[in-house]
């Protein structure tokens, strides 16, 4: 069974960085579409970015040009830069495997808290 460990999520002001990263325990992860997905308190979760295996990549609007998706096929790890946080950035991170560049796999990690506070 394929597992996806996330790590990386602390608690930073408005404005900092942090950058999450997430492991795959699969073989195969240089063939799939790897995501990174968020849930913030009493909303639904919702694609963050995604990166293909050629490492194209995704963003939803809200992140765009502040946050970078990439992979390191040979680690098989996948990473979110965040920068330029903001408030409405909290929530809990998730790491998917095997979806499109537009919707899940239906492979998840555990998550990790991100809190970006004023």
């Known amino acids: 069974q394929v597992q996806l460990v996330e790590s990386g999520g602390d608690l930073v002001h408005t404005g900092g960085s942090l950058r999450l990263s997430c492991s795959a325990s699969?073989?195969?992860?240089?063939?799939?579409?790897m995501g990174w997905y968020r849930q913030a308190p009493g909303k639904e979760r919702e694609m963050v970015a995604t990166?293909?295996?050629?490492?194209?990549?995704n963003y939803a609007d809200s992140v765009r040009g502040r946050f970078t998706v990439s992979r390191d096929n040979a680690k098989n790890m996948v990473f979110l830069q965040m920068d330029d946080l903001r408030v409405e950035d909290t929530g809990v991170y998730y790491c998917?495997?095997?979806?499109?560049?537009?919707?899940?796999?239906?492979?998840w990690g555990q998550g990790t808290q991100v809190t970006v506070s004023t």
């Open positions: 998917n495997s095997g979806g499109t560049m537009h919707k899940p796999g239906r492979t």
């Open positions: 990166i293909h295996p050629y490492s194209a990549a």
């Open positions: 699969e073989g195969a992860f240089k063939y799939k579409t």
